[in-house]
């Protein structure tokens, strides 16, 4: 698996979760699947509705789910992952990620963010519920 996405996509969420610092930032990833990639056309930030453990978890509501999947459709779109910061944690799945976390075959994106800053940012993918595997990111003009 990969997924496919411009720099400025990645900027975004890079952006998202130096806004959000020291707590984590979250959202959805829309676009498409083609071939076995996930195309991601567009980043939809959200709110992170935790009210506690803001640090280190986050809380996409049903709610906000349903409003991103009708927005997606809207545009032609779907649901094909999500993404969220790691405040001064390595960007890699933890164990909490696994359990509440994607589908498999949807693209995960976690991106590190040390002092306020951007790090690194890697992309995730279920090929079943048990484990993560790193996928490639493709970073289209």
Known sequence: MAISAKKGHLDRIKSHGEQTYPNECCGFLLGSNEGGINILAEVHPAENEREDSRH??????????????SYAREQGLGIIGY??????????????????????????IIVSI?????????SFTKPDYARFEQEDIIIED
């Open 83 to 108: 993404y969220h910061s790691h405040p001064d944690h390595p960007a890699a799945p933890s164990g909490y990620d696994l359990d509440h976390s994607c589908w498999p075959g949807e693209s995960y």
């Open 56 to 69: 280190n978890r986050y809380l996409i509501t049903p709610d906000q789910y349903r409003r991103a999947d």
């Open 114 to 122: 040390e002092r306020g800053k951007a790090a690194a940012l890697n």
